[in-house]
């Protein structure tokens, strides 16, 4: 777990040392590495003849970071977390879909907030008589706009937009749409121009779908709007992710998604607009008798990166589909990698370029009926080789990953949804840079080139309404999984009901710990929250410890208990 230790070389007693990686010579050499590393030393004698021998120091990456997995627990159906932002203030916030109190069909937009330590602030349910899902997040000091779709009928859908205060409450909410029963959707809202909002979706409006461009004044208001299709006019065109790159009259807007010329060839393309909606270039992926979808893009200065699912109408399997495009002029990467994650289903939800240029996927794999989240790390130096690559591992279970952002201090956090008995609940995850996630374990990746591409988009307008959308409210905790949130220590509730209680829990006021059944005393009790700071500690000489938690914040901590033999760790939730 970190601690240092000294490797030595022996059995010659007049050579010379090289030591690898550090370069150093001496005979011995003392290391701490953060994950498990091979040492080789060389020796050379006076008559320069050598030898080399290897030691592997293991490290258990878990002793590293505060990793944890927690859900939202609600019984009843299937609701999921579709996007998480970090805020201006250094926190979380996720938005995602929830279902009504009594299981019934009505989901509603769902919106929590986590300060940095992971405490919960603030949790709505927003929506009205209708199917709501919240898809994209856009935090600013101005507060947090939502996007999302409001499914009316089965052939009936708008876009809404909400905007909530910086204490969560709501300020305005307005639905898109038209009066002829069309279908509009929104994949992404982004800050356009003046402070105004850009929101990206489809629309069915003209009779096939097609990319739809919608700019918002700050107060919701219309200010523009545009879609965009092939030329044919005979395709269907639907946005899954869009970015902004540059700024002011240089700024772009890129989008990816899926061409449908059927119902079984989908081509993934690009488009790259302007604010004024001019079209400045655009690309479309299409591979012989195979269908891809873009899901998600990312930049980096000088190429972008889509990543979706690439199928094979052969053997009916997806797997994960990565392509780069000049960011200029759309000229394709000669870097197109298709990766194979499960035996049946492998869908790309999510990628993103981290601080150090690194990019990471995250999307579902799928083995029989068994779902489970994955995630990746790769360099576009070399997308061929993976650096790391987990998944859940919940057999029988649902597991997705939809989203994450990284940080602080090079940590990723995830959100998706996560299987109970009842239904699939909106998941939470912290893991470390190397990957490292406490309900996570190590997942094969084999990759191979696949790449082609043609081109052809125009525009045309599209007329939309806007009208104020009601809302109602309730919320639920969240809950841990399993949780590593103390350096240097893994945490397990190791309470023996027998020997130790601890009560009550939740706890809003006073909480109760008890050693019974035993001759051992309570040295000292330590509270930390979810990162692994202390909020609370006391010393104590006694068999019971009753402690103020009145002044904790609402959310999950970790109680440590020390006795003279033994040492005690657990779970409590604060909740007032």
């Not at 490797?7 to 370069?23: F, H, L, Q, R, V």
């Not at 998480?84 to 279902?99: K, L």
């Not at 000049?326 to 049946?344: A, E, H, K, Q, T």
């Not at 406490?438 to 081109?455: D, E, G, H, R, V």
Request: with cysteine; net charge negative; hydrophobic share 35%.
């Amino acid at each position: 777990c970190g601690q240092n230790t000294t490797i030595s070389a022996t059995g010659c007693s007049n050579c010379s040392y090289t030591w690898s990686p550090g370069g150093a010579t001496t005979s011995s050499i003392s290391v701490s590495p953060v994950s498990t590393t091979t040492y080789t030393v060389t020796a050379t004698n006076e008559f320069g003849c050598t030898a080399s021998a290897s030691q592997t120091i293991t490290v258990n990456e878990g002793c590293f970071d505060g990793a944890y997995c927690m859900q939202i627990i609600k019984e009843n159906n299937n609701d999921i977390g579709y996007a998480i932002e970090r805020t201006t203030d250094g926190g979380y916030v996720i938005v995602g879909s929830m279902y009504s109190n009594d299981g019934l069909s009505n989901k509603d937009v769902y919106v929590v907030k986590f300060s940095s330590t992971m405490v919960q602030e603030f949790a709505y349910r927003l929506g009205g008589e209708y199917g709501d899902e919240g898809i994209s997040i856009l935090p600013r000091s101005d507060g947090y706009f939502i996007a999302g779709t409001i499914k009316i009928s089965p052939t009936e859908s708008d876009i809404f937009i909400l905007k909530l205060n910086t204490n969560g409450t709501l300020s305005w909410s307005n639905r898109y749409g038209n009066n002829n029963g069309s279908q509009e959707s929104a994949c992404k809202i982004i800050t356009a121009s003046n402070n105004g909002l850009m929101v990206i979706g489809s629309s069915n409006s003209g009779g096939n779908y097609n990319v739809l461009a919608l700019k918002l004044n700050t107060n919701g208001t219309i200010a523009s709007k545009k879609i965009f299709s092939t030329a044919s006019l005979t395709s269907n065109e639907i946005a899954y992710d869009a970015i902004k790159v540059g700024s002011g009259v240089s700024a772009y807007y890129i989008i990816t998604g899926a061409q449908y010329t059927s119902v079984a060839d989908k081509n993934m393309f690009a488009l790259k607009i302007k604010e004024d909606y001019t079209i400045v270039d655009n690309r479309i992926i299409a591979n012989t008798g195979k269908s891809e979808i873009g899901y998600s893009i990312t930049s980096t200065p000088t190429s972008i990166y889509i990543a979706g699912t690439i199928n094979s109408p052969i053997n009916g399997y997806n797997d994960v589909y990565l392509v780069g495009l000049n960011l200029n002029n759309f000229s394709l990467l000669p870097v197109g990698r298709v990766y194979s994650i499960g035996s049946n289903v492998d869908i790309a939800r999510q990628i993103k370029r981290m601080a150090n240029g690194d990019l990471v996927i995250a999307g579902t794999t799928s083995v029989l009926n068994n779902i489970n989240g994955f995630i990746m790390r790769i360099s576009p130096s070399d997308l061929s080789t993976v650096i790391w690559s987990k998944s859940t591992n919940e057999e029988n279970r649902n597991e997705r990953f939809m989203d994450f952002v990284e940080g602080p201090s090079n940590f990723i956090t995830i959100t998706g949804s996560w299987w109970e008995e009842t239904g699939e609940d909106i998941f939470i995850s912290k893991i470390s840079s190397t990957g490292y996630g406490c309900c996570m374990i190590n997942k094969a990746i084999t990759s191979s080139p696949l790449i082609n591409s043609i081109s052809g988009f125009i525009s045309k307008d599209i007329g939309l309404h806007f009208i104020p959308y009601g809302t109602s409210t309730s919320y639920y905790n969240a809950e841990v999984i399993c949780s590593k949130p103390i350096l240097g220590q893994r945490v397990t509730d190791n309470i023996d009901g027998n020997k130790i209680k601890v009560f009550p829990n939740p706890a809003s006021d006073k909480l109760t710990i008890q050693l019974v059944n035993t001759s051992d005393y309570i040295n000292e009790v330590t509270i930390y929250d979810i990162s692994g700071r202390s909020v609370l500690n006391t010393q104590s000489n006694n068999t019971i410890e009753v402690l103020d938690v009145s002044k904790l914040l609402n959310g999950v901590y970790v109680v440590k208990v020390r006795g003279e033999s033994q040492t005690w760790n657990t779970l409590i939730n604060i909740s007032k």
